[in-house]
């Protein structure tokens, strides 16, 4: 159990993150704890560094005293044959998150799909799950849609530009949850399909400060559908603000990303954190003030 006089030294690996807001959300906790808590963002661009040097990197790190990693696109599957231990979840999602230091050991997690499972049931409550549209399966995409069939999705159709990764996922899926339907979908085939879903994810980078954009067209939406969005760099993607206008319901990528660290910040430091303060600190730092409904979604988070 960590104590008011322990330090905690944490890093995230990924490309274009210098940015990212994770960083502060810890800290920021962590003086509320009354603990020493450092996070550096480790950027595969600053550096220039490819993603399959995450291990190289991880080492590095072990051997410079850090706690832990977290980490992000491109590296979430590609760090798994670096690890010493793996949760059975982490290991089933085929993706990692989030790596602890112990006893010079490397341990995986996987802290996105509880964080976006806590975000789905906090900020979607009692929507239509019959048969919702993802788009994306890989790093981020795998634990999403494991997070999709928990909370009850039915039908789960996955478009992704590499048709054989989208597969070997949805086979896995199946696998695990019989009760659900989950089938590969090329892009090509995704926009009728978009037209009769229940609700469409975004789990690609699209929609990010340096990738703009939408991951299909928005035209195709309707009011009667729920959208989501994993980006959160910006908050309010093209996609969020495109579904908010047509009258969608919305979740934007700050619930995962609040959800996530929350649960990464648990395993770090066998501190419990306070979810409602740390969705709070998110709001403040893209510039919006928590209203009463915000409040009462982070409360449940």
């Known amino acids: 159990m960590s104590t008011r006089n322990e330090s905690f030294l944490i890093g995230l690996i990924g490309d274009g993150i210098t940015e990212s ?8 906790e962590a003086d509320h704890h009354g ?6 963002p480790v950027d595969l661009t600053v550096i220039n560094r490819p993603g399959s040097d995450v291990g190289e990197l991880l080492r590095a790190g072990r051997d410079l005293g850090f706690n832990g990693f977290n980490i992000t696109h491109p590296c ?9 231990e793996v949760d059975p979840q982490a290991a089933a999602i085929e993706a990692v998150n989030t790596v602890l230091i112990r006893d010079d050991k490397f341990i995986g997690y996987n802290t996105d ?13 009692g929507v239509n799950l019959e048969r919702v549209v993802q788009f994306g399966s890989g790093g981020a995409g795998s634990a999403v849609a494991e997070a999709l069939l928990t ?22 899926l199946a696998g695990r949850y019989p009760g659900a339907v989950v089938e590969t979908v090329s892009p090509e085939q995704a926009p ?26 928005t035209a195709l939406l309707n009011a009667q559908q729920w959208v989501a969005d994993v980006v959160y760099l910006p908050l309010a993607t093209e996609l969020v603000t495109a579904a908010k206008s047509l009258g969608c319901q919305v979740l934007d990528g700050g619930h995962m990303a609040v959800g996530q ?14 979810r409602q303060r740390m969705r709070d600190h998110f709001l403040s730092l893209t510039g919006q003030a928590p209203v009463a409904s915000e409040q009462q979604a982070g409360a449940a988070l």
Request: proline share 7%.
């Open 35 to 40: 603990v020493r808590y450092l996070y550096r």
């Open 76 to 84: 979430k599957q590609i760090v798994l044959e670096h690890l010493d």
């Open 113 to 125: 799909c509880s964080g976006f499972t806590a975000g789905f049931r906090a900020g979607l409550p």
């Open 151 to 172: 909370v009850g999705v039915q039908r789960l159709d996955l478009v992704d530009v590499d048709v054989a990764r989208a597969a070997q996922r949805a086979a896995a």
């Open 192 to 217: 009728e399909l978009v037209k009769g879903a229940s609700g469409v994810v975004n789990a690609t980078p699209v929609g990010m400060h340096h990738h703009p954009g939408t991951p299909f067209d």
């Open 261 to 274: 660290a929350v649960d990464a910040f648990r395993l770090f430091t066998d501190l419990e954190p306070d």
């Open 21 to 28: 807001l994770t960083p502060p959300m810890h800290e920021r």
